[in-house]
């Protein structure tokens, strides 16, 4: 049996949870989220406040689908409660960002500033100027628009310039050795 999909998920006052056929709905202070999964692997139940997640079987499909539903209806709960947070560190002489509108325009080092259009349901801030917080609800969508923004320009491993995640280290490289002992 799943270690993770036996687990019970918690449902905490003010979220609610509808299971539409194939569709689970999840509806808290901070916005509502659904989400599609295999009806015909997994049962949902709803049982006081919480949660569980049961397979029908024990195919490979059923087993592997277990977790992985309870997983995603975890962070939806989450999400719509707390929400999710990502945070971006900037590193580099002149690279900065700055917020303009919805909008977030970063100057990383190229011949032009970048622009990076915030998705719906995603909020961007800013912190001094090397910093960028992502917010949102959906941690699936989080992570994508933090992958993006750090795909702009990912730190490189000779000076560690560029745009990292929060407390991610970067192992630098040594440059040439240069020309010991030659004359």
């Known amino acids: ?18 299971i539409d056929g194939a569709i689970v709905r999840v509806k808290g202070p901070k916005g509502e989220l659904a989400q599609a999964i ?3 692997v997994v049962t949902i ?5 919480h949660v569980v997640v049961a397979r029908k079987g024990d195919s490979k499909d059923q087993r ?79 992570g994508q628009v933090a992958a993006e923004i750090r795909d702009l320009r990912p730190p490189e491993p000779y000076k560690g310039k560029g745009v990292r995640y929060e407390g991610e280290v970067v192992r630098k490289k040594l440059g040439k050795a240069g020309k010991a002992g030659k004359k």
């Open 64 to 142: 592997s689908a277990h977790g992985l539903t309870r997983t995603l209806i975890a962070n939806m709960v989450h999400g719509v409660s707390q929400g999710f947070r990502k945070s971006l560190e900037i590193q580099g002489v002149g690279y900065r960002a700055a917020k303009a509108g919805e909008n977030l325009n970063l100057t990383l080092g190229y011949s032009h500033p970048v622009v990076y259009h915030a998705p719906t349901g995603i909020t961007l801030s800013v912190e001094g100027q090397n910093k960028v917080h992502i917010d949102g609800i959906d941690k699936q969508k989080v």
């Open 38 to 40: 295999l009806a015909d």
């Open 45 to 49: 139940e709803i049982d006081g406040g």
């Open 1 to 18: 049996m799943s270690r993770i999909g036996k687990l019970p998920v918690a449902v905490p006052t003010g979220v609610d949870i509808k």
